[in-house]
């Protein structure tokens, strides 16, 4: 059994170093699409970076981009809305272990709606829903929680330092040849 898991570690690894070698925006979207069962949509962006743990489970809507360095646990499901931005090193885990004597293992979703920003090195936890137009400053521990349309959220934990009111459209679109 651990020689099996070793081997599916490795080959994990193996395919996360060659997405980092496929040379355009446009082939790495066509191979994690028809590949890997990636639902991507139309004029987004994935950079270069990219570490997942399995396939599928995993939605991005149009005009978003995901910058360089993002990991996916993508072991619950993972959406992301319409023009959304990921900036760059952010984490997402669907997956975890409970803090009780048994340390069981737990697995949730992760749903990002439309129109959300979230900043550099932050982490997003199992089971998070951010609304609509949500901003995730930089640094933060989203945990647990669906989170009202608008809200603002910063710290470790996250909370909610202030909601935006106004609608704000996003639309990502990044026309380079190379995303890096």
């Given at each position: 059994?651990?020689?099996?898991?070793?081997?599916?570690?490795?080959?994990?690894?193996i395919v996360?170093?060659?997405?980092?070698?496929?040379?355009?925006?446009?082939?790495k979207v066509?191979?994690?699409?028809?590949?890997?069962?990636?639902?991507?949509?139309?004029?987004s962006?994935?950079?270069i970076?990219?570490?997942?743990?399995?396939?599928?489970?995993?939605?991005?809507?149009d005009?978003?981009?995901?910058?360089?360095?993002?990991?996916?646990?993508n072991?619950?499901?993972?959406?992301?809305?319409?023009?959304?931005?990921?900036?760059?090193?952010?984490?997402?885990?669907?997956?975890?272990?409970?803090?009780?004597?048994?340390?069981?293992m737990w697995?949730?979703?992760?749903k990002?709606?439309?129109?959300?920003?979230?900043?550099?090195?932050?982490i997003?936890?199992?089971?998070?829903i951010?609304?609509?137009?949500?901003?995730?400053?930089p640094?933060?521990v989203v945990?647990?929680?669906?989170?009202p349309?608008?809200s603002?959220?910063?710290?470790?934990p996250?909370?909610?330092?202030?909601t935006?009111?106004?609608n704000?459209v996003?639309s990502h679109?990044?026309?380079h040849?190379y995303?890096?």
């Amino acid at each position: 059994m651990i020689i099996l898991k070793s081997v599916k570690h490795f080959l994990w690894n193996i395919v996360n170093i060659s997405l980092d070698c496929i040379p355009t925006n446009e082939i790495k979207v066509f191979v994690l699409k028809n590949i890997f069962q990636f639902e991507i949509g139309r004029f987004s962006s994935i950079h270069i970076g990219l570490r997942f743990y399995r396939l599928g489970n995993f939605s991005v809507g149009d005009y978003s981009v995901i910058n360089r360095g993002f990991t996916l646990d993508n072991r619950g499901s993972v959406s992301i809305g319409k023009g959304v931005s990921i900036s760059r090193y952010v984490t997402f885990y669907t997956a975890g272990h409970r803090n009780d004597s048994e340390f069981k293992m737990w697995v949730d979703h992760i749903k990002v709606s439309d129109n959300c920003v979230i900043y550099s090195n932050s982490i997003i936890l199992p089971g998070v829903i951010l609304s609509e137009g949500c901003i995730v400053y930089p640094g933060s521990v989203v945990y647990k929680g669906i989170y009202p349309k608008g809200s603002v959220l910063s710290g470790n934990p996250a909370i909610i330092i202030k909601t935006n009111t106004r609608n704000v459209v996003r639309s990502h679109y990044y026309p380079h040849l190379y995303a890096m």
